[in-house]
């Protein structure tokens, strides 16, 4: 069973510093790794795909790394924003899709 | 969310009655699925659908049951509900299983038993 792990569950950071959230997971035969945003009683909104062949992908201040044969994601965020408070989970596609229990995100002004 | 919307976003119902939630799509995807998400489980897979009358078991279905006779729709039905089934239930839609696909997620249904 595909155990889905993300660390920190929680971080606080000033607003402009750089971060790193990070998702590991037990099971390298995957389809996919999807990083999903979620704010307070919202639903979930896809940030970024990486499909099992590529290595990393970037959206915007955005980039996520995919290293399979040791089962780890890193999501980046540059120049963090107050806009960026969420929780982060991080979701690895082998037929279906398993969750982290995400890391929640405050950035201060 | 777009393409994709859950109703009723709010429910509250009472311990044993029977309560259907609704996922319905514009995308023409294939597959469906259906989620719940609780303090300290993260998201779990309850249901999903590989087609019209196709249908198969998650992680955590007991107590649910599923049906899609259309390929917009898919419907969650808890037969008795429980206060163990208080959640949010979320639907998500993919177009295949691969690589290149990921889910998109609707936005969700808070149900509360008492």
């Known amino acids: 069973k595909q155990e889905v792990t993300q660390i920190p569950a929680a971080l606080s950071v000033p607003e402009g510093e750089n971060l790193v959230l990070n998702c590991s997971f037990t099971?390298?035969?995957?389809?996919?790794l999807q990083w999903f945003r979620q704010d307070p009683g919202k639903g979930l909104t896809s940030l970024l795909l990486?499909?099992?062949?590529?290595r990393e992908q970037t959206s915007g201040r955005l980039n996520a790394s995919l290293d399979k044969s040791s089962g780890r994601s890193t999501l980046y965020i540059a120049a963090s924003q107050p806009g960026d408070s969420a929780t982060y989970l991080c979701?690895?596609?082998?037929?279906?899709?398993?969750f982290g229990a995400g890391t929640r995100l405050t950035v201060k002004p | 969310d777009a393409g994709i919307t859950q109703s009723p976003r709010h429910k509250v119902t009472e311990t044993g009655t029977p309560v259907t939630l609704r996922c319905h799509q514009t995308?023409?995807?294939?597959?469906m699925y259906w989620y719940r998400q609780d303090p300290g489980h993260g998201l779990r897979l309850i249901h999903y659908?590989?087609?019209?009358?196709?249908?198969d078991k998650g992680e955590v279905s007991d107590g649910y049951s599923v049906s899609r006779s259309k390929t917009e729709d898919f419907l969650l039905t808890l037969e008795s509900a429980t206060s163990s089934q208080t959640s949010v239930y979320f639907c998500?839609?993919?177009?295949?299983?691969?690589?290149?696909?990921?889910?998109?997620f609707g936005s969700g249904t808070r149900l509360t038993v008492v």
């Open positions: 099971d390298s035969a995957i389809y996919n």
């Open positions: 998500a839609i993919s177009e295949f299983v691969g690589a290149g696909y990921g889910y998109t």
């Open positions: 990486i499909q099992s062949s590529q």
């Open positions: 659908s590989y087609g019209v009358k196709d249908t």
């Open positions: 979701a690895v596609n082998n037929n279906d899709m398993r």
């Open positions: 995308e023409n995807h294939r597959y």
